[in-house]
Structure formats: C-alpha cells, structure tokens
Nanobody, 128 residues
Framework: QAPLVESGGGSAQPGGSLRLSCELS?????LGWFRQAPGKEREGVAT????????FYVDSVKGRFTISLDSENNTMDLQMDNLEPEDTAMYYC????????????????????????WGRGTQVTVSS
C-alpha cells in the first residue's frame, strides 16, 4: 500500500468544483499536492507547512484552489473551484521532511525531489 492515499478525483465541467483528500499515514513537515498532465512534467500545485501553515500555490491555481489540513483526522484536502480544462491531470499528494522548507519565503518548496512519500494519484478530468 502506498504511504499516502488520495481520493475525490473524477470529472467536472469547466467552472465546476472537486475536492481531493489525502490520508496522511506519514506526518512530515511539508505536505503538498502535485499534478501531471499527459505529455507534461509533474508540477507542484500547492504546498503547506504543517507547523505554522505557510502555503504556496502555483500561479495558475491562485484564487481557485485551497489547500487545507485536518490534524484531527490526519487528512489534507485540496478544494478546487472554477475548474478549467487545463486542470486535467493526475493529482498526487506528497509528504516531505523539513529540508523542503524555505525559511525565507516561509513555504514548503514545490520541488518534487524534496518529497519522500507519495500517493498513487487520482485522476481529475475537466471537460464540457
């Protein structure tokens, strides 16, 4: 079994919403959501620093996606609103150690090489 388990993917129309959730069996300093579209490299979508809550969003999702932590239930969510066809991708949750934290910017870097634990991914498809 993968260390992390995503759920909540599916299909939506442009302008619609989906909510992804990640079960966190690995509790580390940096947590994040990444995505990979066909033919493209995997990119960091949103990250959150578990101690202090510093948050990063890639420019293309700012104002539309919201990352959050539920410490009581050990889950991390990604609320995705106003979805666009360009959001179509496989979405992965990831967990990394403190080495991924940028103390100057107070965020966890969206660099996949800094994340040690990964889920298997959940597909998000946005089309009309």
């Amino acid at each position: 079994q993968a260390p992390l388990v995503e759920s909540g993917g599916g299909s939506a129309q442009p302008g619609g919403s989906l909510r992804l959730s990640c079960e966190l069996s690995k509790i580390t300093a940096c947590l994040g959501w990444f995505r990979q579209a066909p033919g493209k490299e995997r990119e960091g979508v949103a990250t959150i620093f578990r101690v202090g809550g510093g948050i990063f969003y890639v420019d293309s999702v700012k104002g539309r996606f919201t990352i959050s932590l539920d410490s009581e239930n050990n889950t991390m969510d990604l609320q995705m609103d106003n979805l666009e066809p360009e959001d179509t991708a496989m979405y992965y949750c990831a967990a990394g150690f403190i080495s991924g934290y940028d103390s100057r910017g107070r965020i966890c870097r969206p660099d996949e090489s800094l994340y040690n634990f990964w889920g298997r991914g959940t597909q998000v498809t946005v089309s009309s």
